[in-house]
């Protein structure tokens, strides 16, 4: 069933898969874009996000239910028949499954304005897997933008290290075009806890 979305929307992307082993940590991934066929079978990502989840000990094939969010921002220009994905990065080898076709973009992409950008220390020594996500919402157009950014900017910062991860990058935009409120976007490049993880993936909205 296809799915029409708009700017500032948020799409749950629910998986389910078999899982056996041990108990760990990994990163499940998901992903609207277009997918191509050649020169061999790849998805042009226009959106991502991705969500750190736990998987129980388990010495036989457990069913496991889990989703991830994405945000629809202006990264992704309206259109029909986008296509979503679903992957463990981790563990390519579990797979990635594709429904085609499934996700119509409508409206107009808001106008934001770059804020904040940081590049922290981290990140001109890192060389390793990284994560990425963009988190969206809306405030009172009264309250100074500068000092919302910098309130932001030091929460999400904060509930990276809480998970244990380290930031490389954070951009803080806002959009102040709407008389009624702001919209805020928050784009996060994180590295991720050390993981491990290995099974196969279905996806579905």
Known sequence: EKVELTYGNTLRVNTSFDYRGAAMKTTLEGAIGKLHTFPTEWLEVLLKNGVEIDLPESSDFTPCERSVDIGITPDIDPGTDYDLSASLLDYREAGHPTIVDVIDIVGIPPTYELLEETIYPYAYVYDGP????????????????????????????????????????????????????????????????????????????
């Open 130 to 205: 990284t994560e990425g996500g963009t988190i969206t919402f809306k405030t009172d157009p009264f309250t100074p933008a500068n000092w919302i950014a910098g309130r932001l900017a030091s929460h999400t910062e904060d509930e990276i290290k809480k998970q244990g991860g380290r930031m490389l990058e954070m951009r803080v935009y806002v959009d102040k075009s709407p008389l009624l409120w702001a919209d805020w976007r928050i784009e996060v490049i994180s590295a991720p806890p050390e993981t491990t993880a290995g099974l196969g993936v279905s996806v579905g909205i």
